[in-house]
């Protein structure tokens, strides 16, 4: 890859990748260019996303147009009630010789799509807790180690609940953005009709590949932040946690549970891609502001009283911001 002679050249090389990237990415995905940012920024800071939203709004074609993009490996694993954690990680088995061999699942990948994640059980849930945070898999006592960068996008339908299992808090905290996926707008799904009900097929150039994003992902985390924006983050995230010293009034009305520890350290490190993807070289409070409802809004827990007035979680975090 290419060498840079400065941090700051290889800032800028940074959003240009992006630029060219989303320039790609709207070639396949069109009127979803926030969702498409928030995705992108969690690779760039080595996390995972969950994305919500109805059937049909190309949640699938996103992520794999992305990996295209990025010339990632690809993998889609449909969660069922019946799918065993075997199923994504893989088994050992008797080869002709009697003798054990490993055979990979759908989990070695680079990027892995879980469709519907909350349709499963939780013993399958939680098999692809190691690999999110550890990348790595343990299968039989042997240890696996994935090839990196690793990337996890989980979707959730959140209109459709009979037999479904919702995610347990401690699992839903590992993923760094919850992204609201909404319809198109008007014109847009006019553009997406017309794309899609033609004979002509775009195709996505490769922006980059697996050595310049692992070098991104450190890049980002050498982006300088000032002691104010990191005590900002922190400060926002103590007023979520209701019964405690720095806590909001409308926590402690609406919410059982706040956000945790891992809340700010994803909120900082979000703040950081975020703010060279607007092309400055160190974050602010704004850009602490405008990742804060994906990073927050799956960690807080609303109280009985906040789900009867119809408080929702984004509401709350208005109110805190």
């Known amino acids: 890859m290419k060498e840079f002679k400065s941090d700051v050249e290889a800032v800028d090389n940074l959003l240009q990748s992006y630029t060219k990237l ?36 190309a949640k699938t074609l996103l992520i794999k147009t992305i990996s295209e993009a990025l010339d990632l490996s690809f ?47 939780p013993k399958t849930q939680a098999a692809l807790l190691e690999s999110m945070q550890e990348y790595s898999v ?29 995610l347990p808090e401690a699992q839903l905290d590992r993923f760094m953005f919850n992204i609201l996926l909404d319809y198109p707008s008007f014109d847009h799904e006019v553009e997406i009709v017309q794309a899609t009900t033609s004979s002509n097929s775009a195709s996505v150039r490769k922006i980059m590949g697996k050595k310049e994003i692992l070098f991104y992902q450190r890049l980002v985390r050498q982006v300088p932040v000032n002691d104010n924006v990191v005590k900002y983050a922190v400060d926002l995230v103590h007023k979520t946690r209701p019964g405690t ?5 409308i926590a402690n009305d609406y919410l059982d549970w706040g956000a945790g520890p891992r809340a700010s350290q994803f909120l900082v490190t979000a703040a950081k891609c975020n703010a060279v993807m607007n092309g400055k070289y160190s974050p602010d409070i704004e850009d602490v502001k405008e990742i804060s409802k994906p990073t927050l809004r799956h960690r807080m827990l609303r109280n009985f009283k906040a789900e009867a007035e119809g408080v929702t979680v984004d509401n709350i975090i208005d109110s805190l911001l």
């Open 22 to 57: 989303k320039d790609e990415i709207s070639k396949i995905v069109i009127g979803q260019d926030e969702v498409v940012k928030l995705v992108l920024t969690s690779i760039f800071c080595q996390g995972h996303s969950l994305l919500v939203g109805v059937p049909g709004l």
């Open 75 to 121: 993998n889609r694993i449909q969660f069922t009630p019946d799918l065993m954690p075997s199923d994504i990680l893989g088994s050992e088995t008797l080869d002709i010789n009697r003798n054990f061999q490993f055979i990979k699942g759908p989990v070695f990948a680079n990027i892995i799509l879980a469709d519907e994640i909350n349709r499963t059980p």
């Open 138 to 166: 343990t299968i039989a006592g042997h240890f696996h180690k994935l090839d990196l960068p690793f990337f996890v996008l989980a979707t959730q339908n959140p209109i459709e609940q009979e037999g479904t299992y919702p």
């Open 245 to 249: 010293q720095k806590a909001a009034q």
